[in-house]
């Protein structure tokens, strides 16, 4: 495998960790206890909420799969799309934070619509705000980080002098 799928595969795994740790601290929050169905939430998109949840284990791995495989898609959309975006602006925070309102734009108008889950209307609120927010710090800047991290490597710069 090399150098650039490693470093998707690493930074999809952090993003996708941060985010789907977030997703259980806020419902947590929330609800006042520990959430046990995120995963079966995400699976009923592809299933149906009720079938999901009463999927038992083989749904908790279909969401935990789903889940991580948004995240690399998001994540390798980000590295193919890194060269032409540090053009626009070099700074990563940035870079990311406005990453992750597209990805935001796109899960909440795109993606979800698209799914078996009932269809929730958009309100604006502070869990709304925050969540954008958090999917900055958690996903759309660590994806940032670790693209500049990989593109501006010291190896990859090598790379690009011998071809």
């Known amino acids: ?16 960790t941060l985010d789907i740790i977030a997703a259980h601290v806020h419902q947590a929050i929330i609800q006042g206890q520990f959430p046990t169905k995120i995963f ?33 898609s998001f994540t390798l959309l980000f590295f ?17 934070a406005v990453y992750a309102v597209f ?13 078996a889950l009932p269809d929730r209307p958009l309100s604006w609120n502070i869990h709304q705000v925050a969540g954008i927010f958090v999917l900055m710090g958690v996903f759309g800047i660590p994806i940032s980080v670790m693209a500049n991290n990989h593109y501006r490597s010291k190896s990859f710069s090598s790379q690009l002098v011998e071809n």
């Open 80 to 96: 193919k799309i890194f060269p032409t975006i540090t053009k626009v602006s070099a700074n990563r925070f940035v870079n990311g």
């Open 1 to 16: 495998m090399n150098r650039f799928w490693k470093a998707v595969l690493l930074t999809t795994l952090v993003a996708g």
């Open 40 to 72: 079966y939430a995400i699976a009923g998109g592809a299933l149906g909420l009720e079938r999901s949840l009463n999927g038992g284990a083989p749904a908790f791995i279909l969401g935990v799969l789903i889940h991580y495989f948004i995240s690399f």
């Open 103 to 115: 990805v935001w734009i796109t899960m909440t108008f795109i993606v979800l619509p698209l799914t």
